[in-house]
């Protein structure tokens, strides 16, 4: 491990995304090792929404379309905010030609793949 990276612990940013538009609002996506699971970090402190979360065997089955995913969801969030309108989370979505769903799960919104025909 190069001697920058710091060592997996219970809560470690994987990956961070920053809007071109507006470098003020970047996000972090963190692994909470305890639940396997991936969360959003800055929705909440940016947007006053809830922040996501996505079970861990997702990240692993395709890491760039979770982050496809999250950037999709931010883009709606950041126009939501510049056009001074109420922003929802939508009970699916669709990336990359897969369809999932946003479910209410208390502290997190949960990303779950909506599962095939």
Request: glycine fraction near 4%; aromatic fraction near 4%.
């Given at each position: 491990?190069?001697?920058d990276t710091p060592p997996p612990g219970p809560e470690t940013v994987v990956a961070s995304i920053q809007n071109?538009?507006?470098?003020?609002?970047h996000?972090?996506?963190r692994y909470l090792q305890k639940?396997?699971?991936f969360v959003t970090h800055g929705i909440e402190a940016q947007?006053?929404?809830?922040e996501i979360s996505i079970p861990g065997h997702l990240v692993v089955m395709d890491f760039q379309?979770?982050?496809a995913i999250v950037s999709e969801i931010l883009e709606k969030l950041s126009l939501a905010r510049e056009g001074d309108t109420t922003f929802n989370y939508?009970?699916?979505?669709q990336v990359m030609e897969k369809v999932y769903t946003l479910e209410d799960e208390g502290e997190y919104m949960l990303l779950k793949e909506l599962a095939g025909p």
């Open positions: 491990m190069p001697p071109q538009s507006d470098p003020s609002q996000i972090d996506i639940e396997h699971i947007f006053a929404e809830k379309l979770m982050g939508a009970s699916r979505i």
